[in-house]
T-cell receptor, first 111, second 118 residues
Framework: SQQGEEDPQALSIQEGENATMNCSYK?????LQWYRQNSGRGLVHLIL?????REKHSGRLRVTLDTSKKSSSLLITASRAADTASYFC???????????FGTGTRLTIIP | NAGVTQTPKFRVLKTGQSMTLLCAQD?????MYWYRQDPGMGLRLIHY???????AKGEVPDGYNVSRLKKQNFLLGLESAAPSQTSVYFC?????????????????FGPGTRLTVL
């Protein structure tokens, strides 16, 4: 079963706007990761946030983590057409050798 | 570095046929994974390996077998393909560092293999 569930399933915004997508999970985690998948391609790692961190930045990306609510959000600022992709969250648990992926958010940037 | 490569990129099989998907990585990673991706289902783990000569079952292992004879290669086999195995298959690898389990680190993905079983 999926550990992470992304919300919304699909999102369309105008270029230049900010995009926010959310991830909720069920059990305790060691870290939470976000990946991007362009159409027909493999996943690319974007950012990792550990369970003892609350916020992390990487370029135009901002990730927050609220372990009390078991949720994370990914904010992409000043969106570009090239940001059109599916975005997945993945959780890693203590003592676990694998990640569990959510079902993804499909983001479309309208030029 | 080529990163993670997968062979073949596309394949069409008839029900009952067998095939092997090859994944290779040149990053000296200990951990390797096979996923399948179906519309609306996200990524589901089939099998994984935490080192040469080791394999373990993931979430959806039935109908698949794997082998990790060399550290850099991870093979996924379908002995008797079924239409339900029509999917896009992704291989990934990861490193272990500082006591952290490989599954807790960043995973590097291959480009995928699109398999259709008729």
């Amino acid at each position: 079963s999926q550990q992470g569930e992304e919300d919304p399933q699909a999102l369309s915004i105008q270029e230049g706007e900010n995009a926010t997508m959310n991830c909720s999970y069920k059990t305790s985690i060691n870290n939470l990761q976000w990946y991007r998948q362009n159409s027909g391609r493999g996943l690319v790692h974007l950012i990792l946030i550990r369970s003892n961190e609350r916020e992390k930045h990487s370029g135009r990306l901002r990730v927050t983590l609220d372990t009390s609510k078991k949720s994370s959000s990914l904010l992409i600022t000043a969106s570009r057409a090239a940001d059109t992709a599916s975005y997945f969250c993945a959780t890693g648990s203590f003592g676990n050798e694998k990640l569990t992926f959510g079902t993804g958010t499909r983001l479309t940037i309208i030029p | 570095n080529a990163g993670v490569t997968q062979t073949p990129k596309f394949r069409v099989l008839k029900t009952g046929q067998s095939m092997t998907l090859l994944c290779a990585q040149d990053m000296n990673h200990e951990y390797m994974y096979w996923y399948r991706q179906d519309p609306g289902m996200g990524l589901r783990l089939i099998h994984y390996s935490v080192g040469e000569g080791t394999t373990a079952k993931g979430e959806v292992p039935d109908g698949y077998n794997v082998s990790r004879l060399k550290k850099q290669n991870f093979l996924l086999g379908l002995e008797s393909a079924a239409p339900s195995q029509t999917s896009v298959y992704f291989c990934a690898s990861s490193y272990a560092s500082g006591g952290h389990y490989g599954g807790n680190n960043e995973q590097f993905f291959g480009p995928g293999t699109r398999l259709t079983v008729l």
